[in-house]
């Protein structure tokens, strides 16, 4: 089983429009969350940490509910340029867990 | 600053040839990292390297091996390549944990 659980997508969601998707988690070890974001063959870059009360930096809000072992991230009023692969990350010491990844896409 | 920079971006290989994949940051940090991208996959960790002097192994090192050159630079070898490793291979550096920076990756076939 993957550390890293993501529905792959795609999310295809009108620009403006809110999108949220979760990942879920097997190791209840693990320490730290972050949000990725890559676009098409491109490397990934850091989105956002996810703290465990939950937070928000602009459009974006990350949540982690450690007793269903599942993040999520909420992106609302959706941009064009929000078109990305998201990456779910997990881990503890020098280990870090990335899913495979879910798919938005924002349509004009 | 360049950030972390990869050669090649691309390369095709045969069977059993070897290469190495080079990676440098110019950020000056301690941990870096490399890791190979299949589709459907996730990045999986190859190596890495906490600082200068120490490389330790991944979720997935067989095939491959490392080299820690100084604080800047982290090079990936494939010593007898094999069509199980074509990928695309990111290279990162980190200042703190959980915060990576990756490079553009190399895009390697192996026939």
């Known amino acids: 089983r993957k550390e890293v659980e993501q529905d792959p997508g795609p999310f295809n969601v009108p620009e403006g429009a809110t999108v949220a998707f979760n990942c879920t988690y097997s190791n209840s070890a693990s320490q730290s969350f972050f949000w990725y974001r890559q676009d098409c063959r491109k490397e990934p870059k850091l989105l956002m940490s996810v703290y465990s009360s939950g937070n928000e930096d602009g459009r974006f809000t990350a949540q982690l509910n450690r007793a269903s072992q599942y993040i999520s991230l909420l992106i609302r009023d959706s941009k064009l340029s929000d078109s990305a692969t998201y990456l779910c990350v997990g881990g503890n010491d020098y280990k870090l867990s990335f899913g495979a990844g879910t798919t938005v896409t924002v349509r004009a | 600053n360049a950030g972390v920079t990869q050669t090649p971006k691309f390369q095709v290989l045969k069977t059993g040839q070897s290469m190495t994949l080079q990676c440098a940051q110019d950020m000056n940090h301690n941990s870096m990292y490399w890791y190979r991208q299949d589709p459907g996959m996730g990045l999986r960790l190859i190596y890495y390297?906490?600082?200068?002097?120490?490389?330790d192994k991944g979720e997935v090192p067989n095939g491959y091996n490392v080299s820690r050159l100084n604080k800047r630079e982290f090079s990936l070898r494939l010593e007898s390549a094999a069509p199980s490793q074509t990928s695309v291979y990111f290279c990162?550096?980190?200042?703190?944990?959980?915060?990576?920076?990756f490079g553009p990756g190399t895009r390697l076939t192996v026939t």
């Open positions: 990162a550096s980190s200042p703190r944990w959980g915060e990576q920076y």
């Open positions: 390297s906490a600082s200068e002097g120490t490389t």
